[in-house]
Each structure stands twice: as structure tokens, then as C-alpha cells.
């Protein structure tokens, strides 16, 4: 690994400054992909902050961000993360709801975490493997919550094709079934917050959730990379399950 230049075999800036940008060499069976990933993460302020706070990824400044624009993660809420590996979201939802109790006089809220794959135990938050797609599945998610729920939250999407138009199909669908388990356990009010990506399939997606929820609006926060498509759906007061049955 060697350092761009401003080091002391480079030349300084125009301002006197060093470019103290990482860069990654070449290595052998390294694809130049690998090497342009590696670079981003080594200079990505996020990741580095999330080592300093000790978050499991970058992602978590995501869900943050968007919640201290919107204000869904109160003390008290009782929260589903839906494919929630490996975990960010879950531990800044642990300490925005109070899940741990830690602050005195405050209701004390409840984290759900569910993904296909086993994820590390976090401090605070209930983590389970299950398919939210089977049968079945949002009785369960009821059943460990001790209730309905007032937010449920997915930074899932599916795993890349390398093609742009199909993954984009991709992951609207698993937007949509994330926000059918969500009209199921979500209590009236509740909060429904999902990943996608723009490209203009998610028209139906956005109208269903415009019927079923005061406000719905798509937000891309400061943390999410500026050459992502990414965006992220907040929609806020949900109507209740009998709103999803629209009249002939």
C-alpha cells in the first residue's frame, strides 16, 4: 500500500497541501475493481467513522441521517429491521428507541432484528433468522415483538446481476414484500423505511405506499455515496391494514 503524492517522494498540492488520498497497488490475481473497492473504503470518512464509533458499517449513518430528518426512531418504538446483517441499523435503532433502558425516565423500546443468514448477537436487540417471505412470517415477527410495531426498516437488495436495469427490478420487488410484511405488524401510524434504487420502475411501488401512508418521500441522505442510485423510501402514518383494500 503507498500513498499518493504529497508524500515525501511526491510534489504538494498547488495550496502547499498533501494529497493524502490512499492508494492501493496492483497486486497479482487483484482485479482492478478490488483495487478501485479497496481504495474507496480506505478513503471513505464513513468508514472510518464507524470504526471510531463502533458501528458495523458505514451504513448505519445512513439510517441516522434519515432519522433525525424524520424522527421515527422515539424511545418506546418497537422496531423490525428486515435483513438486518450486520447490523448497523439495529444498533442505532437500540439507542434511539432506548432499548437498553439506559436513559432514565424515558420509555424503554424494543429492536427485532431478521435475516436469511446468522448475524453476530448486538447489545439490546432480539436478532432471529427467517425468511419474512414464508408463511406465516409476520404472526411470527408479531409474536417476538410482544405486539404490532411502529417502525419497520430494510436496507436489504438483492445481490447484483451486473446489470443495471435488472437489479433495479430486483430490488423494487423486495421493497414491495418488504412492505407487505409491514402492512401486516405495522401499528396505524407506524413508519415504513426501505432501500431502492432510482430508475423509474417503482411507480406502482410508490403509489401503493401513497395509499397506505400519510407522507411518502424519497430521501438520498448525505451518507449514501454520490455515484450510488440509491435512495431511500420514509414513508410516515401508516392508515391500517384495511387501507390496502382499495374499493371496485
Not at 183 to 191: H, I, K, R
Request: charged letters at 30%.
Amino acid at each position: 500500500m503507498t500513498k499518493a503524492p504529497g508524500s515525501r517522494e511526491g510534489k504538494s498540492s498547488g495550496r502547499g497541501q498533501r494529497d493524502l488520498r490512499v492508494r492501493v497497488k496492483t497486486a497479482k490475481g487483484r482485479k482492478l475493481s478490488s483495487k478501485l473497492w479497496l481504495e474507496r473504503q480506505l478513503n471513505d470518512p464513513y468508514v472510518a467513522r464507524a470504526r471510531r464509533e463502533g458501528y458495523r458499517g458505514r451504513a448505519a449513518f445512513k439510517i441516522l441521517e434519515l432519522d433525525d430528518k424524520y424522527r421515527f426512531l422515539v424511545p418506546g418504538a418497537r422496531v423490525v429491521d428486515l435483513g438486518c446483517a450486520p447490523g448497523g441499523w439495529c444498533q442505532v435503532a437500540v439507542g434511539r428507541v432506548n432499548a437498553l433502558g439506559e436513559k432514565s425516565g424515558k420509555p424503554v423500546g424494543k429492536v427485532l432484528g431478521i435475516d436469511l443468514q446468522q448475524v453476530d448477537p448486538i447489545a439490546g436487540a432480539e436478532i432471529h433468522q427467517l425468511d419474512f417471505l414464508s408463511e406465516g412470517a409476520d404472526e411470527t415477527v408479531k409474536e417476538w415483538l410482544g405486539g404490532p410495531a411502529d417502525v419497520v426498516m430494510s436496507d436489504m437488495a438483492a445481490a447484483s446481476s451486473g446489470h443495471k436495469g435488472t437489479d433495479h427490478l430486483r430490488i423494487v420487488a423486495l421493497v414491495e414484500a418488504a412492505a407487505g410484511l409491514a402492512f401486516d405488524v405495522l401499528e396505524p401510524g407506524g413508519t415504513f423505511v426501505a432501500k431502492v434504487l432510482a430508475g423509474g420502475a417503482e411507480t406502482e411501488m410508490q403509489a401503493m405506499l401513497k395509499r397506505n401512508f400519510d407522507k411518502v418521500a424519497n430521501v438520498k441522505p448525505p451518507a449514501s455515496r454520490s455515484d450510488s442510485s440509491e435512495k431511500f423510501v420514509v414513508a410516515t402514518g401508516f392508515h391500517g391494514r384495511r387501507a390496502d383494500v382499495q374499493p371496485d
